[in-house]
């Protein structure tokens, strides 16, 4: 399924975070939207799964305007991983897993045999099964981010949208994360800040800076030197992965006066 931005625009407080943002995401593709701290890649983000009503712009979901559709509806099509992910309460793993079946159900009844299947199947993709009966607030961060993909999969979404979903993962969950995004054939939109795991995992990049998309294309095309130094002030080379040909970045630290 599709995902269209067209012209969006986020003004909050007389401030304009994203100016016009166009942007597509074909049909089972995967997008990444890269760009310093404060560029606006949440706060699009936030307007493809409705946390937020853009200033103007629309955004579309297999052809039909997101704020058209009823909140189930929108919830059956899109299924969001956000940095504001926190809970109190403290369900077990299981149980938040099987949330994502809310937007499918009608009442309160149990699960399906194959919601039940699904949930467990989620759960073995992201390495947490073993936690099942465990309550979430006793768990890392990173295994609570694993739980909150394994409920957005549950959702049978037709767009994911994920908001730095390696974050708190260690080196072997980011690969087999990205590993399944690019073998789910589900439309995805995903901020990430590494570099070279965007260059690996997305099909095309999207370049946000102050609020501003400055340059799309395939990840070979758009990670350059030149644009890693005017967007993020770091000097980079850029090399070819030798096994898959992907761009890969090789950053130089610097030391500057004054630090430590």
């Known amino acids: 399924m599709r995902l269209s931005l067209d012209g969006l625009t986020v003004a909050l407080d007389g401030t304009t975070l994203v100016h016009s943002l166009d942007l597509d995401v074909a049909d089972g593709s995967v997008v990444g939207l890269i760009g310093p701290n404060g560029s606006g890649k949440s706060t699009a983000l936030r307007c493809v799964y409705r946390a937020l009503r853009p200033s103007g712009g629309t955004v579309r979901v297999g052809g039909d305007d997101l704020a058209d559709l009823r909140p189930r509806e929108g919830a059956r099509r899109v299924a969001a991983l956000t940095q504001e992910n926190g809970s109190d309460l403290d369900f077990t793993v299981a149980e938040i897993v099987a949330l994502g079946r809310v937007p499918h159900q009608r009442g309160n009844g149990p699960l399906t045999a194959r919601e039940r299947e699904l949930c467990e199947h989620a759960m073995d993709s992201m390495d947490v099964a073993h936690l099942a009966h465990r309550g979430v607030l006793t768990l890392s961060g990173g295994e609570r981010q694993r739980v909150l993909m394994a409920r957005a999969l549950v959702q049978e979404p037709r767009v994911l949208v994920l908001d730095e979903p390696t974050n708190h993962l260690d080196v072997r969950h980011q690969i087999h994360l990205l590993s399944l995004l690019r073998g789910l054939g589900v439309t995805t939109l995903v901020v990430l800040h590494d570099l070279n795991l ?40 850029v090399v070819a992965h030798p096994l898959t040909g992907d761009p890969q970045l090789l950053y130089r630290l610097t030391h500057e006066k004054g630090t430590p």
Do not use: Q, S, Y
Request: proline share 8%; net charge negative; aromatic share 2%.
């Open 198 to 237: 965007a260059a690996a995992a997305c099909d095309r990049i999207g370049v946000l800076e102050e609020g501003r998309l400055v340059a799309t294309g395939p990840p070979a095309e758009v990670l350059t030197p030149e644009l890693i130094r005017d967007v993020f002030g770091v000097e980079a080379t």
